[in-house]
Every structure is written in C-alpha cells, then in structure tokens.
C-alpha cells in the first residue's frame, strides 16, 4: 500500500528533481546558461516578437468588434462538415498559418472562453490548426539550412496536407455525446444577414468603447509575448545543459536502433533527440546530418510538424483556465509528425519534374529574405496575404456547399400545376 502512494507520487517527485538539476546546472555552468539565454531572447526579439504581436493586437480587435464572429457564421457550412468544429476555426486556421506557433491555442483558448465552441470543438481545433509560419520553412528551413530554395515547397506543402488529414481524422473525435455550440444549432434565415446580426450582437456584448479595447487588446497581447519569451529562453538553457552533461548522449543509441529499425540513417539520431525539444534546433541538426537529402528532409519535416516541447509548454500555459486538454494535442503532434514525413517522402521524388521550378525559383530570394532579416512589413504583408487566401478559399467552399445543398433541397420540392 505505501509503493502505491509513492507510485501516485512519482511524477511530482520526478519534476521536483529535473528543477533541482537544472537550478545546480545553472551553478555549475553560468556562462553556457546566460550564452543559451541570450540566445533565445534573440531569436524571440528579432523573429518571434515582430511576427505574432500585430497579429494577436489584431486578433483581439477582430473578437471585440465582433468580426470573428460575423467570419464564424460566413464559414460555418465550410468548417462543421470538413472538421466538424464552428466557422470561427477558420479564422484560428488562417491566423495560424499567417504567424505559425501559439496563434492558434491563444485564439482557440479565448473561443472556449467566450463559449465560443464547446471542450471537444476546442481540442479538434487545437488538433490541426497547429501549424508553423511559412516563412519559416520556406525562409530558415528550405534557404537558410538546406541552401535549395526548391525544397520550402515541398517540406510547407507536406506541413498543411498532414495538417489537413490530422484535422479530418479529429473531425470523428469525441463525436458521442458531443454538445455543440449554439451557433452551429441555428442556421435559419439568410446566412449574410445572420453573418452582420451576429457581429452586431458580439460588439454588444463586449461593450468596450475602441480606445479601452485598443488599450485592453495590446496589454493582453504583450503580456501573452513575454510568456512565450519566458518558454523560448527556458528551453534554450534546458537544451544546452542537457547537451553540456552528456544526456543528450546516452539517449542516442536507444534512439539510433529505433531509427535503424526504420529503415532510416542513424545519424539522425542527434537531430531527433534535438527536435524532440526545440524545432529550431532539431531542423538544424536534421540539415547538417550525414544522411541521404531525402531522409533528412523527411526528419525535418517531422520535427516541423512535431513543434518541440517549448510549443507545447506555451500552448500548455496558454490553455491554462479553460477546460481543454492537452492528451488529444499531443496525440495530433504525433500524428502531424507522421503524416508530413510520409507525405515528404511521397512529394520528394516529383521534385524535379515540377512545372513550378522557375516560379519557385524566381521568388526563392524573396522567401528567403522573409526571414528574421526581412523588413517588418515584408513579413507582416506576406502573412497577411497568405491569412487572406486561407479565409478566401474557405468562403468560397462554404459558397460551394451552401449552393450544393440549396440545389439538392430545390430537386426535392413539387411542382404542382393548376
């Protein structure tokens, strides 16, 4: 009975000692743990602060102002039968493939909170629209880590098709029993003038003058950048004492025999072990590896989509308060990781026969420039553009099967002559 009560415990204990280690590591290597930690920061300052704060200020205007929710009813015929979540999952979804990782839990997390979708409409959302930023992998990944500009369209194609499949596989979970949102209950009427009614009814609701949700919108958003500085530093310390003691290292053949069974080239043991962690870090490893180019894109393309345990820390803490659950997002990262890597491998071999070569490589420089060197609007204009196209296609399928089922409706009435 006592081994049961510490069995129960373990996990606590176990915590309790990876603090203690990293606090002593930090002791023991000050100058590894500031280096680390000014490393982080300057990756958050020059690529992630720049990239997310204009588009949580504006995502937090769009919720006030009700267009979030006039975006939900518009979209709501695209989004329930494809994922089965409310229309205002596309606008997470188009968020987050504008400014890549936390966008999507920080808009999913206030959803749920406005009751905006239900627990499970939240954990399916969370499933798919964890996506990173383009830019990302077409600018750091493709140009900057694998020097062939070729390959961004490959490795981003693989990214949002595994996306994709992820979200329609969600779209049957937690199905029994499910309560749904009120929006996704009331479709009477015309869908453009619900669309303007419900927009009109969430600005009541909120209630806040434009300057007090102006104020409120930037301190909710700067408060939310400093937390994700706080993650990105921490683990940039955690993985350079992990690497400095050795951990790293008596991990690697446990995991070179996993990738030896495989089929798939042991070095990449150091990029997986580095990805399982911190994206960055893992894509670098898996470029710099001395493998075949397939296997090792195939790896990144896994890590990309895997997000690291720093990803998963921030949507952790950003969720905290609601009633989502981490389990069926960390199931889904597995999945994403599995998918973009099999898609990878099945996209590579149609690398050279693309017709798209010249148009890829005249624009190669421009997506390699939109990296954390680019000028603030050339980032800020492309995400916008690629939001935009999202939130475009969407209507225009939510178009589509509106006109679908108006035509089916329209075959069943009877005409009767007099």
Same mark, same amino acid.
């Given at each position: ?23 002593? !590591? ?5 100058? &590894? ?47 329930? %039968? ?7 999952? #596309? ?12 966008? &999507? ?8 909170? $406005? ?9 399916? @959302? ?15 990944? !493709? ?26 596989? =969600? ?18 009427? $015309?869908?453009?003038?619900? #669309? @303007?009614?419900?927009?009109? +009814? ?13 104020? &409120? #919108? ?52 150091? #990029? ?7 994206? &960055? ?6 470029? *710099?590896? *001395? ?22 820390? *921030?949507?952790?803490?950003?969720? $905290? ?6 389990? %069926? ?9 599995? =998918? ?13 026969? @693309? /017709?798209? *070569? ?17 000028? =603030?609007?050339? +980032? ?19 178009? /589509? ?18």
């Amino acid at each position: 009975m006592e081994w049961r009560r510490i069995w129960v415990k373990l996990p606590a204990f176990f915590l309790a000692g990876l603090v203690v280690l990293a606090t002593l !590591a930090l002791v023991l290597y000050p100058k &590894d743990g500031f280096e680390a930690a000014l490393s982080g920061m300057k990756i958050f300052w020059e690529i992630v602060f720049p990239a997310l704060l204009p588009f949580f200020i504006l995502s937090e205007l769009m919720l006030g102002l009700g267009v979030v929710h006039f975006i939900g009813v518009l979209l709501e015929p695209f989004m329930r %039968p494809v994922f089965n979540v409310p229309g205002v999952g #596309a606008f997470a979804m188009s968020m987050g493939l504008a400014a890549g990782y936390p966008m &999507d839990a920080v808009l999913t997390a206030k959803f749920r909170r $406005n009751n905006m979708c239900s627990r499970i409409e939240g954990e399916r @959302l969370l499933a798919f629209t964890n996506t990173a930023d383009p830019l990302f992998m077409f600018g750091a990944v !493709a140009v900057g880590m694998f020097g062939e500009p070729r390959l961004g369209m490959i490795i981003a194609l693989a990214h949002y098709l595994a996306a994709f499949t992820v979200g329609v596989l =969600f779209r049957f979970y937690g199905a029994r029993g499910e309560v749904r949102t009120a929006e996704a209950n009331d479709r009477r009427g $015309n869908i453009l003038i619900r #669309a @303007l009614r419900e927009l009109h +009814r969430a600005k009541v609701r909120d209630g806040r003058p434009f300057g007090k949700l102006m104020g &409120d #919108a930037i301190q909710d958003s700067v408060r939310t950048m400093f937390l994700i500085l706080g993650f990105i530093m921490l683990f940039s310390v955690v993985v350079q004492v992990l690497t400095k003691w050795g951990v790293l290292g008596l991990l690697m053949p446990l995991f070179a025999k996993i990738l030896s069974v495989l089929g798939l080239d042991p070095n990449l043991t150091r #990029a997986v072990i580095s990805g399982i962690l911190e994206i &960055d870090i893992g894509t670098l490893a898996a470029s *710099q590896a *001395q493998a075949p180019l397939a296997q090792r894109v195939m790896i990144a393309s896994a890590i990309i989509a895997w997000s690291g345990l720093s990803v998963h820390g *921030q949507v952790a803490s950003v969720i $905290n308060g609601t009633d989502i659950r981490m389990g %069926p997002y960390v199931v889904a990262r597995f999945l994403h990781a599995f =998918f973009a890597a099999a898609y990878t491998a099945l996209l590579l071999p149609q690398l050279p026969n @693309l /017709t798209g *070569q010249a148009v890829l490589a005249t624009f190669a420089p421009t997506w390699g420039a939109a990296t954390a060197s680019a000028p =603030f609007l050339s +980032r800020l204009s492309y995400a916008s553009w690629l939001a935009g196209s999202f939130l475009f296609l969407a209507a225009a399928g939510a178009l /589509t099967i509106t006109l679908v089922n108006f035509f089916r409706r329209l075959k069943k009435l009877k005409v009767i002559w007099f």
